[in-house]
């Protein structure tokens, strides 16, 4: 998993409450398992004219000019900012896929569900909570300012503005280790590698008719 430390990035303002996980990433593309090909599907009913389908060439499909993500100025953002409840609905761990795979880093919004939420550390991707107004004040600007970005500080838990006003915000100690030095449930599991690989040995040798014959 790619790790998160800090990171300065073009905003995208997504000005929507109750984005839910079928709007990230519709259940057509739940087919695969795989962990990838999902950017190109982020937000897909939103994104095109058409209907999407699994393995779909998106290059050639008419976009939805009004949707921001299809807007130039918004073209390369790695902060999404959202509103209230962002990424409620069915559990998939697709839609952190979707958006990391998209190039998000980081989405900022006043609350998530907390599936969407837990999903997104564990694939690299960083949920920050901040007040109501403290998000409006960032649509204010987004919206207004091009260009506009964000440098996100996770180890001193910060969200700066061009301006230089600074936010603080809460985030859990483990999940902020783990994120930090990029583990995901795998990567803490490897750390222990060598002493599960000697349980292992220990085990086969103290419960050899476990294991056929040796």
């Known amino acids: 998993m790619k790790a998160f430390t800090q990171h300065q990035g073009l905003v995208a303002p997504l000005d929507r409450a109750n984005v839910d996980t079928d709007q990230i990433i519709p259940k057509q593309f739940l087919k695969s398992i795989k962990r990838t090909g999902f950017g190109p599907n982020l937000f897909d009913e939103w994104r095109y004219l058409d209907e999407g389908q699994p393995d779909q060439d998106c290059s050639k499909r008419p976009l939805n000019t009004e949707f921001v993500l299809n807007q130039s100025r918004y073209q390369g953002a790695s902060v999404l900012l959202a509103q209230e409840n962002f990424g409620c609905g069915s559990s998939r761990e697709h839609a952190p896929w979707a ?44 919206e207004t300012i091009e260009g506009y970005e964000l440098t996100i500080d996770l180890a001193e838990q910060t969200v700066t503005r061009p301006d230089g006003v600074q936010y603080s915000f809460e985030v859990d100690a483990f999940r902020k280790h783990c994120l930090l030095n990029g583990l995901d449930d795998i990567g803490l599991t490897l750390q222990d590698a060598e002493l599960i690989r000697e349980f292992e040995v220990g085990y086969q040798k103290t419960n050899p008719w476990l294991f056929g014959a040796l």
């Open 99 to 142: 958006l990391e795979e998209y190039g998000f880093r980081a989405i900022i919004a006043p609350g998530f569900a907390d599936i969407f939420y837990n999903n997104s550390f564990k694939n690299g991707l960083l949920p920050i909570v901040l007040t109501a107004a403290q998000v409006n004040e960032l649509f204010a600007q987004a």
